[in-house]
């Protein structure tokens, strides 16, 4: 790709203020390209500057802010490729999820995404060349307890994605998706304040269920590592594969528990799949 700022291209990333996202912008950076790397608080902008790294607010959720963050990019010059990585998770039981916090995540995980790439793919075709990354999950394959409306917004992504792709066929824009599974960032923490907003556990007739499982997951550090968990770098490496191989594999799984997933969802029943997502 042949960015003027460098040698690759410059790349736009959403949901750079921790984990993944602040990885890749810090990792795709040192392998030449240029990365205007995203974020909804100013604080986390700041912080980003800091360590030398372009950064300006973009927040998903907001329609005007989408409008405005494309636009401070293509400003900024020829964009070659787009990472949506902002995503945040909302635990609790479906039942208990109310029809609005179900609209805030779908804002930001789905319509936020959906928006900004639409907003870049004219950019792309007048070039003649894009790269379209969208960061999914395990979740995005596999549903598990307390995590619908995480999953929900990652099978929504991917339905999107995939038809995306096939559209695009005719076209110079490759369209690839991430799905990690267990990944050392703070996602979990980052979901307390959603939860504590909308899930009114305490008069849930799963409330004991809250007590025994998801609160102390939540609430206390875990007591040992998740022996699949891996670090962000593990999907960095594969966003610079995804963005820099001239054919790009549509999906990448990372992690053994995505292999699994996929796996499974080939070649297990339906209750022999619910039986994995219960115990796997």
Known sequence: MDGKASGRGTVLIT??????????????????????????????VAALRAEGLESFPLDLASEDSVAEGAARALSLGPVHALVNNAAFALPGAVEDLPRAGLREIFETNLFGTHDLTRRLIPHFRENGQGRIVNISSVLGLVGIRWRGAYAASKFALEGLTDVMRLEMADTPIK????????????????????FERWIDWENSARREEYRKTLLKRLYRPAAKKDRFELPP?????????????????????????????????????TRALDWFAQHG
């Not at 369209?175 to 959603?194: C, D, F, N, W, Y």
């Not at 191989?245 to 799984?253: I, S």
């Open 233 to 269: 770098r593990a999907v960095s490496e594969r966003i610079a594969l995804a963005l820099e191989h001239p054919r790009p594999r549509p999906r990448h799984y990372v992690t053994r528990p995505t292999w699994f997933a996929g796996i499974g969802r080939r070649v297990l029943s």
């Open 15 to 44: 949901g750079c203020s921790s984990g993944i996202g602040r990885d890749a912008a810090s990792f795709l950076a040192g392998r030449g390209w240029r990365v205007l790397a995203t974020c909804r608080d100013p604080r986390d």
């Open 175 to 194: 369209v690839v998706l991430i799905e990690p599974g267990p990944i050392a960032t703070m996602i979990r923490q980052k979901s307390i304040p959603h």
